[in-house]
């Protein structure tokens, strides 16, 4: 059991026969009122985000997740298949689990997984990573207003809004997080 003194961002939770995990928390202390906790928890299933408040004398289950780098090998079927670097057993989860990120994952990529016992629960992409331009549309001599963007397609397939200076062979660093082009790391 844990106390909810012990709350913090990233912790996991049994909470209503589920495992949710902590995004934010803030500690309370209303007035002439006992201290509180207010939290806001994501679903480790399913990602659904909910807000609650627990009182100091709750005691919540804590679970123990086991957090793995695995690396992508291929898709088959509506799943992503992973390999452990270290152990080289392997594992694989619905492509679903990895929602938008899943345009930026490439074969031999590091994604880190969250099991609870053998089960998959999360998985996620780092927040940076770098991509190969594979085809860009030219830039048009005279677009020199500010912001001016055009697609281009990367390595893994995505297409993303970038620059007009960005051309085929160009690294690309991306956050996964938003889909968006943050700089290039070099030129082709």
């Known amino acids: 059991m844990a106390s909810i003194s012990e709350f913090r961002t990233g912790l996991a939770i049994r909470f209503n026969n589920d495992i949710w995990i902590i ?8 007035g002439n009122w006992r201290a509180m ?10 990602g659904r985000v909910i807000d ?3 009182r100091m004398t ?6 123990r997740l ?11 079927d509506g799943h992503l298949y992973f390999m452990d670097s270290e ?6 989860i619905p492509a679903e689990m990895l929602g938008d990120q899943k345009k930026f994952l490439k074969e031999g990529g590091l994604c880190t997984i969250n099991f609870l016992e053998a089960e998959p629960l999360t998985a996620e992409l780092p927040n940076f990573i770098d991509l190969l331009v594979v085809e860009a549309e030219p830039g048009v001599r005279g677009d020199s207003a500010s912001n001016v963007t055009k697609f ?15 051309k085929e062979g160009d690294v690309l660093k991306i956050d996964t997080r938003t889909g968006k082009y943050l700089e290039r790391v070099s030129r082709g």
């Open 23 to 30: 995004t934010e928390f803030q500690h309370v202390t209303p």
């Open 37 to 46: 906790v207010r939290t806001r928890l994501k679903n480790a299933r399913t």
């Open 52 to 54: 609650n408040t627990f």
């Open 58 to 63: 709750d005691n919540i289950e804590e679970v």
């Open 66 to 76: 086991d957090t793995k780098q695995m690396q992508f090998l291929y898709e088959a």
């Open 87 to 92: 152990t080289y057993e392997q594992t694989f």
């Open 152 to 166: 281009c397609t990367l390595e893994t397939g995505a297409k993303i809004q970038v620059p007009l200076f960005i």
